[in-house]
């Protein structure tokens, strides 16, 4: 039996797709398979990269001693950054088992830790930087304060003479001569002495007050005649009024 060279043809092309998709097929799924395993790889290295940092974290707060375990931890993170997540995962298993098996801290093993001496800089000034005040300058600062403090009180004769003094010891005291602006200072406050001793002893101003005015008394006001008689109602013995003929309250007739 002769087969057509069309339908050759066409068997040939059908086997020929059906191996392509095959073979197709099954390469898109292994390369999806690989990729699903090494994204669970992956969320397996990073969960027990971190459950593992926080169970030595931990045991460190508690007194642990998590050296060894802390290595380990140290070289799987190292493997998870490269890549190598089955590597992390197991250096991650082994840090788990180490720290479960840590003891506590021995600190009397521990070395004492160094204790670094700082000599803290003195801010004091020495003795010999300290320069010595010129005389007179603080005593006569001190009696040109006071004089100024008392001449708005003086009286006008006396404060003329008192100003002239001091602005002759201002000027001496800011060209640095301290004898004189002290001299000329004790002058204005001589001269302002008196004027500040009358003012504090003279007698404070005394206030009279006027009697009150006499006001008049009822009896004063009463006519001289002597005041008229009081009458009552027989009935309610209310006060009536002379000129009344009945009761204001009751009605009664007052009088016959």
Do not use: W
């Not at 092309?13 to 994204?39: G, H, M, Y």
């Not at 521990?110 to 300058?137: D, G, L, Q």
């Not at 006008?156 to 002759?168: H, K, M, P, Q, S």
């Amino acid at each position: 039996m002769i087969v057509p060279t069309e339908t050759l043809i066409l068997i040939v092309v059908v086997i020929i797709s059906a191996a392509v998709a095959f073979l197709e097929l099954r390469f898109v799924r292994d390369r999806r398979r690989t990729k699903i395993d090494a994204a669970v790889e992956k969320d397996d290295a990073y969960n027990a990269v971190t459950t593992t940092r926080a169970v030595a974290m931990s045991l460190r707060q508690n007194g642990r001693d998590t050296t060894e375990g802390d290595v380990l931890i140290y070289q799987a993170e190292s493997a998870y950054g490269r890549g190598e997540f089955l590597n992390a995962t197991e250096l991650a298993g082994r840090a788990r088992k180490t720290l479960m098996t840590c003891k506590e801290k021995d600190l009397m093993s521990m070395p004492a830790p160094s204790v670094r001496k700082c000599e803290e800089e003195s801010t004091e000034v020495p003795a010999t930087r300290i320069s010595k005040m010129p005389a007179n300058y603080l005593e006569s600062k001190f009696i040109i304060d006071t004089v100024e403090g008392m001449v708005p009180q003086a009286p006008d004769g006396v404060r003329e003479e008192a100003e002239t003094c001091l602005a002759r010891a201002r000027s001496c005291f800011d060209g640095e001569e301290y004898t004189a602006a002290l001299a000329e200072a004790l002058k204005a406050k001589r001269v302002l002495a008196p004027a500040e001793r009358s003012r504090r002893t003279a007698p404070s101003e005394v206030i009279r007050l006027s009697p009150p005015a006499r006001t008049e008394s009822a009896a004063e006001k009463a006519p001289a005649g002597g005041s008229e008689p009081r009458m009552s109602c027989p009935s309610c013995h209310v006060e009536v009024r002379p000129d009344d003929a009945f009761c204001r309250k009751c009605g009664t007739r007052i009088g016959g």
